[in-house]
Nanobody, 121 residues
Framework: QVQLVESGGGLVQAGGSLRLSCATS????????MGWYRQAPGNQRELVAT???????NYKDSVKGRFTISRDNAKNTVYLQMNSLKPEDTAVYYC???????????????WGKGTLVTVSS
């Protein structure tokens, strides 16, 4: 069974920084793209950043230059360094991994349970 566990969320003042981590464990044959999404109260879940197995990245426009996504393929872990945080970054942040649980299966999307980031003004 595949598990994604996020950590690193919390309360921070505007202008501050946080680093999120997401560790993937369980039956994993290979991982394709990993990413971070977020959902603020009353809003739909939205893409924040993604990174491919080769290291190519993609960011939501409003976080470019402030957030950096990275991954450690040996540890099956993805990170999100968030700097210059703004109150509008407040949301539950979810980790996503597109992976093959075994050689006999195709790629599927798996999600973590989320970690809350609150940015005070």
């Amino acid at each position: 069974q595949v598990q994604l566990v996020e950590s690193g969320g919390g309360l921070v003042q505007a202008g501050g920084s946080l680093r999120l981590s997401c560790a993937t464990s369980g039956s994993i044959f290979s991982i394709n793209t990993m990413g971070w999404y977020r959902q603020a109260p009353g809003n739909q879940r939205e893409l924040v950043a993604t990174i491919t197995s080769g290291g190519s990245t993609n960011y939501k426009d409003s976080v470019k230059g402030r957030f950096t996504i990275s991954r450690d393929n040996a540890k099956n872990t993805v990170y999100l360094q968030m700097n210059s945080l703004k109150p509008e970054d407040t949301a539950v942040y979810y980790c996503n991994a597109n992976l093959r649980p075994s050689i006999y299966s195709g790629y599927k999307d798996f999600w973590g349970k989320g970690t809350l980031v609150t940015v005070s003004s």
